[in-house]
């Protein structure tokens, strides 16, 4: 079977949306997307590739950082338009911030709280 | 502080991406779009509301099943264009199908199997 058949790349133009969840924790570190090429070659590398849409290309994320993703589980939901990733995140942060997860801002009683776990310091990682 | 200035509309339509969260288990239930009025009425509520890109309104989640999503946790990602959504969901089945979450397939070694957990008939609570 070919896997790609199984997703619907039609409604997002080119793209379905990815959602990586901590394989261990269950925690939604990010969501990006891919194109068909970036879920293939995610399924043959067993690391996570995505499409970069700022930067219009394939996104091997931890490319730059080395904290790259390892690919434990993959599920795709009911109409085909949406991935999910059960991932191990090596360095342990996922977002770009150096924050274990994207979701660090927290909605309560109408004010946002930053509840994110620091990992590293971009600046550091980021060296361009 | 207006909770709708954290998210960024643009990028996605009019649309951010909204992803559902059983808040006791972590499981991943659904994924779905908000626009700016359904972000607002799910705050105003409690109850998730998501726009219905299909039928072209706002949907209340669970509106005919009975079926809706108590909204339990709030969190934006850190570029504003995807929500998510802790919450209980009622009925404990998040998919049209009647199955508890709509990752209900599994890809595994060029295969896919279904893994889901089928709660209700669908044919018995969606009577048209």
């Known amino acids: 079977m070919d896997p ?15 959602i990586a969840q901590d394989d ?9 997307h891919m194109n068909e090429e970036a879920f293939r070659q995610t399924l043959v590398r067993g690391e996570v590739v995505y ?14 950082s080395g904290n790259v993703q390892k690919l434990k589980g ?13 991932i191990e995140q090596v360095g342990g ?14 909605l309560e009683a109408g004010r946002v709280e930053d ?6 310091d971009p600046e550091q990682v980021y060296k361009r």
Do not use: N, P
Not at 115 to 120: K, M, S, T
């Open 93 to 106: 942060a996922a977002c770009h911030t150096g924050r274990r997860s994207c979701f660090f801002r927290k």
């Open 115 to 120: 509840v994110g776990v620091q990992v590293f």
């Open 4 to 18: 790609t058949t199984l997703l619907d790349f039609s409604k997002g133009g080119g793209l379905v949306t990815a």
């Open 24 to 32: 261990a924790s269950s925690e939604i570190l990010m969501v990006a």
């Open 74 to 86: 993959v599920y795709v939901d009911c109409d085909g338009d949406v991935v999910l990733l059960r």
């Open 51 to 64: 499409w970069s849409r700022s930067r219009g290309r394939l996104w091997h994320k931890g490319e730059e």
